[in-house]
């Protein structure tokens, strides 16, 4: 069963950066698309990023020119850099197969505030 693990989470203020990562045993995630999406507090899973096996990247509009989504084949690993962070980005982030959250881990918490 995959299930993917996701890091680099952190408290960060406004106008700040971060990196995550995610990888899964098991899965290659060169053959794979592959989703960030994010639950905020209090909300429901909102998809927030898309890189598919052409490496065809796609973005929600909310965070679409600040965040990247990116793949290192050789080390399995698949990134979200972030930046120009707004509060509203505050949530926990997941990979997942499919934008309700298929094979997600246990996400990783960004909180964005000064």
């Known amino acids: 069963q995959v299930q993917f693990e996701e890091s680099g989470g952190g408290l960060v203020q406004p106008g700040g950066s971060l990196r995550l990562s995610c990888t899964a045993p098991?899965?290659?995630?060169?053959?794979?698309?592959i989703k960030w999406v994010r639950q905020a507090p209090g909300k429901g899973l909102e998809w927030v990023s898309t890189?598919?096996?052409?490496?065809?990247?796609s973005y929600s509009d909310s965070v679409k020119g600040r965040f990247t989504i990116s793949r290192d084949n050789a080390k399995n690993m698949v990134y979200l850099s972030m930046n120009n962070l707004k509060p509203e980005d505050t949530a926990v982030y997941y990979c997942?197969?499919?934008?309700?959250?298929?094979?997600r881990g246990k996400g990783t918490l960004v909180t964005v505030s000064s």
């Open positions: 098991g899965l290659v995630a060169s053959r794979s698309t």
């Open positions: 997942a197969l499919t934008q309700s959250g298929a094979a």
């Open positions: 890189i598919d096996i052409d490496d065809i990247e």
